[in-house]
């Protein structure tokens, strides 16, 4: 076979294959990423997984905790029990809305406590209420509160990563305009609705202004509260089960927080006994 005809075979061999061999992928949009990711969180009605939290606290310290959790939606019920086997059990509908506590330390007594009270939430940048993904779909989501929606416009699908072994698409929010403003309240207001108002969350405003968690602010009082949630915000979304597998945000004084997910199990029935508290191997 001569030379030009050994090529021309070649070349028609390569066009064969290269026909053949599926098209890459096209990228998603950002606006398909978050859609996606939304739509996941709303959609979910059980959950089970593990939490690693890192939350700085008002010392500039940082407050680590591994959780074992598990859900179920619409009713509420939540079950948590951390690494020093901090129990907590909270039921849409019963013990008056009080959350079961089991301290695990003495006096060894399970106690009552107001999930948005101040006890439960000394220490705790998110109520028990909002365990799971729920504050990170507000987060990206906005609330009918908030006049200026710039936070969540400014978020970018900025390609795929591996996190843990997964898969991972990667949105990024850069907001350098991130600064504590001036509020005064015309009105006496929660701080969950002044968070609302700024999606900012409520710990900050708790921590800057030396509030509690209870409190209702007095109208005409000047509080100092965050215009976002973060300064640059990183959410890691699992391309199996597209819910976040990361979340990690920084403000003006660095890391503020981070949740890696793990080991999630998503819409898998979970038996009402596991939201009980006599529940075998639960110690309330």
């Known amino acids: 076979m001569t030379f030009p005809l050994r090529f021309l075979v070649f070349a028609v061999i390569l066009l064969v294959a290269l026909a053949a061999a599926p098209a890459p992928a096209d990228k998603p949009t950002t606006e398909q990423v978050l859609s996606r990711l939304t739509s ?84 705790q940048h998110h109520s028990v209420l909002n365990a799971g993904f729920g504050t990170f779909a507000d987060l990206i989501q906005g609330s009918s509160l908030r006049q200026d929606h710039a936070y969540e416009r400014s978020f970018r699908y900025t390609g795929d990563s591996i996190v843990g072994g997964r898969a991972c698409h990667v949105l990024r929010s850069d907001f350098p305009q991130f600064r504590y403003i001036t509020y005064k309240t015309t009105k006496p207001e929660s701080i969950a609705r002044i968070a609302d108002r700024f999606g900012c969350g409520e710990y900050r405003i708790m921590e800057r202004n030396n509030l509690t968690a209870e409190e209702l602010v007095p109208a005409g009082k000047t509080l100092q509260v965050p215009n976002s949630y973060g300064r640059r915000t990183i959410v890691c979304v699992d391309l199996k089960t597209f819910l976040p597998a990361v979340v990690q945000v920084n403000d003006d004084k660095g890391l503020f927080e981070k949740f890696e997910f793990s080991d999630v199990v998503a819409n898998q029935p979970i038996p009402a006994a596991e939201f009980a508290k006599d529940f075998k191997g639960y110690k309330f």
């Open 40 to 123: 996941s969180i709303e959609n979910l009605k059980t959950l089970r997984c593990n939490v690693r939290a890192q939350e700085r606290l008002a010392d500039n310290k940082y407050q680590q905790a591994r959780t074992a959790m598990k859900m179920a939606f619409s009713p509420l019920k939540v079950y948590l029990r951390n690494q020093k086997g901090i129990e907590v059990l909270w039921v849409t509908g019963q013990n008056s809305g009080d959350a079961w506590v089991n301290p695990n330390s003495f006096p060894y007594v399970t106690l009552n406590l107001d999930p948005n009270g101040s006890v439960m939430r000394r220490n």
